[in-house]
C-alpha cells in the first residue's frame, strides 16, 4: 500500500511497522486525518477534530523511534476516544450542550493508559446525551450515520465510535459499556469489541459532580472497538493498566490459565424471554458451527433463570436512572433523551428501598448461578440484539416499541449485571432493502470472569471464518 492508504491497517500491523521504522506513524496520522477529514462529514462520527495534535504527537512518537527509546504497544497509532470520558483540556460533553465548557484537568485511565501505550488521538466521538440511548445524536453535534444504511442506527452510546471505524477512521477507538454500548454499535457497524470483565479497566472522570452510582459501579466498563478481533486484543491490553484513582480494578493476568479441552461451549439462540429475530438466529448457529468445526463442543442450552435475571438489570438500572438520573436529563437534556427516558420509566414501576435494596442482593444470586454453570461452559455465545439494527427513531417512538426492543437486548443488558467480559464479532451479513451491502449479523462470546483471552480466541476462529469487512470503499 501506499502511505496514503495506511487508514485501511489494522493496529496490530500499524504497531509493529512503526517500531520497525518501515512506516512512520506520521504517515499513518496523517493518511487517518485525510481519511477523516474525506469521510467524516458523511457520518458525524468525529465531533472533535484533532489533527494538530495529532500531527504533533505523530511526531513526537517517530523521533522516539530514531532514538531508540522504550515503546509501548500502541505507539504511533491512530485512535479515537468517546467523547464521554475526561481528555485533558477538551470537555467532557457528554451529548449534553450545558456541558460544551466543562473542561477536563486530567486524563480519565482510558485515555491514560492509551496514551502511556503510544496511541496518537486524531479526534472524539459522538454519543447520545448522557450516554444513555441505543442510538447516537443529540443536540450540541446532531446524528451519527450508520454506515451501512442512513437509514438504521450506528448504536449507542459508542455510536461514533462505531461508525468512525467502519468508514476507516483509525483502527481503534475507545468505548464504554453499561446496557451494551460497545457490543450494540460493534454489532450495528459490523465490528469486532470487547465488553471487559468489570474490574478489568479502571475508570474515574475528574469532571463527575457525584460519584458513580451503585450499578455503574457493578456493571459499566471501558474497553477497545475494532475492524480486527486482533485489534481489540491489543486494544484491551493496553488499556488495562491500573489506576489508583479506581479503586474497583482488579491486577488480573491477561492471559489465564489453559482452559481444558475441548472447550465447551453453550449455544443460547433464544433464551427464553429474549426476541431473536430468524437471520439472527442463523448467524449464532454459525458462530457455533464456526467453533464446533475447531474442536469446541457446542451444545444448544438454556443458562439459568435466564427471564429472571434480566429483570434484575431492567429493575436495579431503570430505578437508578428515575431516582438519580431522570432530574438532569429533563432539566439538561435534549427532546429525544427526555422521551426515550421517559419510555424506560413507564415500562418499569418505580421500586421501594426494601425492593431495591432486595434486587441489589439478587445481583450476587445470579452471579453465583452463572459462575456454576460456567464450569461446565466456559463460553456462551448468543445474540448481541435478538433484532435486526433498528431503524432511526426506535428508542422514541412508544412503549410497545421499546418493550420490543429491551426483549431484543436481554442478553446483551444481562451480561453487565453478571458483570462477565463479552466478546463482539461480526457474522456476515443479511439482505434488506435500505441497504445496498446488507445489515452486518454479529453475535456475542461470553467467557468466565477475567478470561478475556478465551472469548477473544473464539471470536478470532469466528471471525476467519464468518467475518466482514466494513463498508470503507471509495463511496465512503
Not at 373 to 384: A, C, K, Q, R, V
Request: proline share 7%; net charge neutral; aromatic share 6%.
Amino acid at each position: 500500500m501506499t502511505a496514503s492508504e495506511l487508514w485501511q491497517w489494522d493496529a496490530v500491523d500499524l504497531a509493529a511497522a512503526i517500531r520497525s521504522r518501515k512506516v512512520s506513524s506520521l504517515d499513518a496520522t496523517v493518511a487517518v486525518i485525510e481519511r477523516m477529514h474525506a469521510v467524516n462529514p458523511k457520518v458525524n462520527a468525529v465531533v472533535r477534530d484533532l489533527s494538530d495534535e495529532a500531527l504533533a504527537a505523530a511526531r513526537v512518537a517517530d523521533e522516539a523511534v530514531r532514538r531508540g527509546e522504550r515503546l509501548g504497544p500502541l505507539h504511533g497509532v491512530p485512535v479515537t476516544i468517546k467523547e464521554n470520558v475526561d481528555q485533558l483540556g477538551l470537555p467532557t460533553i457528554n451529548g449534553v450542550v450545558a456541558y460544551k465548557d466543562l473542561a477536563a484537568t486530567e486524563d480519565s485511565p482510558p485515555v491514560a493508559n492509551w496514551k502511556k501505550a503510544g496511541a496518537v488521538i486524531v479526534g472524539r466521538t459522538n454519543t447520545p446525551a448522557f450516554s444513555l440511548r441505543w442510538h447516537t445524536d443529540n443536540d450540541v453535534h446532531g446524528p451519527t450515520l450508520n454506515p451501512w444504511s442512513r437509514s438504521r442506527t450506528s448504536g449507542g452510546s459508542s455510536g461514533g465510535a462505531s461508525a468512525a471505524l467502519a468508514v476507516g477512521i483509525a483502527p481503534l477507538a475507545h468505548g464504554n459499556d453499561y446496557g451494551g454500548s460497545i457490543r450494540y454499535p460493534a454489532y450495528t457497524c459490523g465490528l469486532a469489541g470487547i465488553r471487559p470483565t468489570m474490574g478489568r479497566v479502571p475508570a474515574f472522570n475528574r469532571t463527575a459532580s457525584v460519584e458513580r452510582s451503585p450499578t455503574n459501579q457493578l456493571m459499566a466498563v471501558n474497553g477497545p472497538l475494532a475492524r480486527k478481533v486482533r485489534d481489540v486484543r491489543l486494544g484491551l491490553a493496553a488499556m488495562s493498566g491500573g489506576d489508583a484513582r479506581d479503586p474497583i480494578w482488579v491486577p488480573a493476568p491477561l492471559e489465564g490459565a489453559p482452559a481444558a479441552t475441548p472447550v465447551r461451549v453453550a449455544l443460547c439462540v433464544q433464551p427464553k424471554g429474549q426476541y431473536t429475530h430468524p437471520a439472527v438466529a442463523e448467524a449464532v448457529r454459525k458462530a457455533g458451527k464456526a467453533l464446533a468445526d475447531n474442536g469446541y463442543v457446542v451444545e444448544e442450552v438454556e443458562p439459568p433463570a435466564f427471564e429472571a435475571a434480566c429483570q434484575v438489570w431492567r429493575r436495579l438500572v431503570f430505578t437508578e436512572t428515575r431516582h438519580l438520573t431522570y432530574e438532569s436529563i429533563e432539566k439538561l437534556g435534549d427532546a429525544q433523551a427526555r422521551k426515550s427516558a421517559g419510555l424506560w420509566l413507564q415500562l418499569q414501576p418505580d421500586l421501594s428501598l426494601k425492593e431495591y435494596m432486595q434486587a441489589l442482593a439478587e445481583v450476587l444470586t445470579h452471579r453465583r448461578a452463572w459462575a456454576a454453570f460456567m464450569e461446565t461452559y466456559p463460553l456462551i455465545i448468543g445474540p448481541n440484539s435478538g433484532d435486526l439494527p433498528f431503524e432511526v427513531g426506535f428508542d422514541c417512538k412508544d412503549v410497545q416499541t421499546f418493550r420490543h426492543v429491551l426483549d431484543a437486548q436481554a442478553l446483551m443488558t444481562l451480561v453487565n449485571m453478571l458483570g462477565l467480559p463479552s466478546a463482539a464479532v461480526p457474522v456476515g451479513t443479511t439482505a434488506v432493502p435500505d441497504a445496498p451491502l446488507g445489515l452486518p449479523l454479529g453475535v456475542q462470546i461470553i467467557a468466565q470472569r477475567f478470561r478475556e483471552d478465551l472469548a477473544l480466541d473464539a471470536a478470532e476462529i469466528v471471525e476467519a471464518v464468518h467475518g466482514i469487512t466494513t463498508p470503507i470503499d471509495p463511496a465512503w
